[in-house]
């Protein structure tokens, strides 16, 4: 696996997809290339809101780092 840095810090990009199926909301796609990466869901609400942790390994954002995250959601999630 190779991490994305450059003089200017990390960089990384994050998409997710978030799908509505009976009364649950939920993951259905999640791709991540750099050090931005997802936990696992939860559900503290209930099944209507999922709930995600997004994690940037690193220790934390600096100057220079570029974190790009795209969530789709579908009718109802």
Known sequence: MSIATTARGWQ???ILAFQRRAAR?????CAHQG???VQRPFYPEGDAVCHIALLHPPG???GGDELHIQAQ???GA
């Open 12 to 14: 990384a990009s994050l």
């Open 25 to 29: 909301t939920f993951l259905e796609h």
């Open 35 to 37: 050090p931005l990466q």
């Open 60 to 62: 934390g954002v600096v």
């Open 73 to 75: 959601l579908a009718p």
